[in-house]
Nanobody, 126 residues
Framework: VQLQASGGGLVQAGGSLRLSCAAS????????MGWFRQAPGKEREFVAAISRSGYGSSTRYADSVKGRFSISRDNAKNTVYLQMNGLKPEDTAAYYC??????????????????WGQGTQVTVSS
């Protein structure tokens, strides 16, 4: 499966953006999907994940984005979304989507993801 992320941009603090990640195959529904981000000079970090079809639509969030970000998926469109509200300057990073078939307990682990999108830049000005 190939992934194409989009929706990044420049926004003022407190603003919102919605990122999209389109998958090339219908088998997309069989994967847990994750969003990660990487700021300059920092390691890639987990942001949010959503479970595959048949897994109860479970979601998980990093503590730093809980209550502000929301992950969702539309399997009919082979797309996963990340709605980001209340953006802060510290949210500035390149955002990546990825897929994994690992058990749900490990969805925060970047090493468990097999395919990554190309990244979309989010910049939040103060």
């Amino acid at each position: 499966v190939q992934l194409q992320a989009s929706g990044g941009g420049l926004v003022q603090a407190g603003g919102s953006l919605r990122l999209s990640c389109a998958a090339s195959e219908r088998t997309f529904r069989n994967f847990h999907m994750g969003w990660f981000r990487q700021a300059p000079g920092k390691e890639r970090e987990f942001v949010a994940a959503i479970s595959r079809s048949g897994y109860g639509s479970s979601t998980r969030y990093a503590d730093s984005v809980k209550g502000r970000f929301s992950i969702s998926r539309d399997n009919a469109k082979n797309t996963v979304y990340l709605q980001m509200n209340g953006l802060k300057p510290e949210d500035t990073a390149a955002y990546y989507c990825a897929v994994t078939q690992i058990v749900w307990a490990y969805v925060e682990d970047t090493r468990r993801y097999t395919t990554w999108g190309q990244g979309t830049q989010v910049t939040v000005s103060s």
